[in-house]
């Protein structure tokens, strides 16, 4: 056992990069640290665990300080950060984890299965309860992948490593991007940080609060993005950015109420895409952020991911406000749109184009006479049918379609909306959780 002093101890402690590190996470004079002085074996424990205010919000954090023993997770490890847990459970706070840390301490034996198992059961409990933040800025391997993995947001520097297995596989964070598995990418780890700090004056402390609401601000000027072109400038988050490419996801703010984002690209979602939005939705929903969806698909590339898509924005009892601004055919329509997904409010641009059917099947069905032509002619006939039934006035006569605007009222149509449905409150039937996944 070490015989140096308190001050000793703190001075090695405050050195660390793990200190170091949140202390630019936290407002400066906020950090109070939890159980500062434990030991593990000879060492001071592997990680720095605390609370503090980032950007004047309440915030539970720990950082692996791999100065010591590589940042194994230890007993000592495992029970700090089991009491930092148990805080948050207690007084709903968000919980910030920065990784570093090359995986178990294996001289600790059989012991560290269940010291891991206590702390991933923690992360398990507050999934839904309060928002959980993962930076990872250097190794994180293992079971300790799982860990951070199984949290909401997942920033990943470029300097880090991050994988379920010790021989590297998906180690890289362009690996993981690609994936899916991480939400941010950052160059290094201070922009990893910052990134977390900015997130977390997006999202409220827990799933019994609302997100922090700030001054409105002006969108951002001369985009071309219709997303960009609502949002207030500089607020919007994109998450997964090389996964799932068919669909946007991301949070920001809309005249200063914070959203989450889904927008589709065109043509047929497939699989990534779908799981990227369906899970998406679900965390938005666990935090009563109202989602907003930019409507633009002809469907599905199969069954299987659909249902995931439309389980989830079925579930959902957050506010949901879509806008279809392009093509929205059969059951993507009815996913998004529709009864089928419980959307409280579905504007279409005029320029939108809505159809039970691809319009193509559609008149060959219905203008069967009119399609008995040539193939050129035929493409002539599709674009009268869609010109004809498949209009977002024709919709909104048939009530599938709330309002119809142009896309220069996007903006104040969706913030109107969003002020109406703020007290929305729906009760769900009693089950313990949905099975469609």
């Not at 988050?237 to 889904?262: N, P, S």
């Not at 929205?328 to 279409?348: E, H, K, L, P, Q």
């Amino acid at each position: 056992m070490r015989t140096e002093n308190l001050s000793n101890i703190t001075a090695e402690i405050e050195q660390s990069s793990a200190y170091q590190n949140l202390s630019a996470l936290f407002d400066e004079g906020t950090f109070t640290q939890i159980d500062a002085y434990t030991m593990s074996g000879d060492n001071p424990t592997e990680v720095i665990a605390g609370y503090g205010m980032v950007n004047t919000c309440p915030v539970y954090a720990f950082a692996q300080n791999s100065d010591i023993c590589g940042g194994a997770m230890s007993k000592a490890h495992a029970e700090k950060l089991q009491k930092l847990y148990d805080l948050a459970e207690k007084t709903g706070v968000p919980v910030v984890g920065i990784y570093d840390s090359v995986g178990a301490k294996l001289s600790e034996g059989m012991e560290m299965l269940g010291s891991y198992g206590k702390v991933l059961n923690s992360v398990s409990k507050l999934s839904g309860v309060v928002p959980q933040i993962s930076v990872i800025v250097g190794n994180c391997l293992g079971t300790g992948a799982l860990n951070a993995v199984s949290t909401d947001i997942i920033i990943m520097s470029k300097k880090a490593k991050l994988s379920l297995s010790v021989t590297g596989e998906n180690a890289t964070a362009e690996d993981n991007e690609k994936a899916g598995i991480t939400h941010i990418t950052t160059e290094d780890t201070e922009s990893a940080i910052a990134k977390a700090k900015e997130l977390i004056t997006l999202l409220p402390s827990n799933n019994l609060s609302i997100s922090p609401v700030t001054d409105a601000d002006e969108p951002e000027d001369n985009a071309k993005c219709l997303v960009r072109q609502t949002v207030d400038n500089g607020t919007f988050i994109r998450f997964k950015t090389e996964y799932g490419k068919q669909a946007v996801i991301g949070l920001g703010r809309i005249a200063g109420t914070v959203v989450g984002i889904v927008a589709n690209k065109g043509g047929v979602l497939d699989g990534d895409s779908c799981n990227k939005v369906s899970s998406f939705v679900r965390f938005c929903d666990a935090f009563a952020i109202p989602v907003v969806t930019f409507a633009d698909s002809e469907g599905f590339e199969n069954v299987t991911e659909a249902k995931k898509v439309s389980s989830a924005y079925a579930d959902a009892t957050t506010v949901k406000i879509t806008v279809i601004k392009g093509k929205a055919y059969g059951a993507y329509y009815i996913a998004v749109a529709g009864s089928g997904a419980g959307a409280d409010i579905t504007f279409a641009l005029d320029t939108a184009v809505i159809s039970p059917l691809p319009p193509v099947t559609g008149a060959a069905v219905l203008w069967a006479d009119k399609m008995a032509v040539s193939k050129e002619e035929r493409e002539k006939v599709v674009q009268e049918y869609i010109n004809t039934e498949c209009t977002a006035v024709k919709s909104a006569q048939y009530g599938y379609v709330n309002d119809v605007i142009a896309r220069e009222d996007v903006r104040f149509k969706v913030y109107t909306a969003l002020e109406m449905l703020s007290g929305k409150r729906v009760a769900t039937m009693p089950k313990k959780h949905s099975t469609i996944y």
